[in-house]
């Protein structure tokens, strides 16, 4: 089992910035990809950003790509999503989630996920 807390989300004004925090617990935290996914409401669930269990690989949503930014610091057991000139329809409940799976398709199927924190985004 991995448990996985988020944080750091809150209110933002429009063009301003957050860092989420996703911190790790339970197994070897290198050994997991993770992935940061957000759900607006009455929409469903979709990836925002991921990084393999050794750092060297990103991904991005094109909807965030040159705003976002994440990264990992594995002595800390913990990713961070690094969020900027943020727009109001990048409010949502943001969840960290991990997977050991391989392969460009691994953040399809996250096997741990976190509760979530809440973006807000003011116009």
């Known amino acids: 089992q991995v448990q996985l807390v988020e944080s750091g989300g809150g209110l933002v004004q429009a063009g301003g910035s957050l860092r989420l925090s996703c911190v790790a617990s339970?197994?070897?935290?290198?050994?997991?990809?993770i992935g940061w996914f957000r759900q607006a409401p009455g929409k469903e669930r979709k990836f925002v950003a991921g990084?393999?269990?050794?750092?060297?690989?990103?991904y991005y949503a094109d909807s965030v790509k040159d705003r976002f930014s994440i990264s990992r610091d594995n002595a800390k057991s913990t990713v961070y999503l690094q969020m900027n000139n943020l727009k109001p329809e990048d409010t949502a409940v943001y969840y960290c989630?991990?997977?050991?799976?391989?392969?460009?398709?691994?953040?399809?199927?996250?096997?741990?996920w976190g509760k979530g924190t809440l973006v807000n985004v003011s116009s």
């Open positions: 989630a991990a997977n050991r799976f391989s392969g460009s398709n691994w953040y399809k199927q996250m096997d741990y």
């Open positions: 339970g197994r070897t935290f290198s050994d997991y990809n």
């Open positions: 990084i393999i269990r050794n750092g060297g690989r990103l």
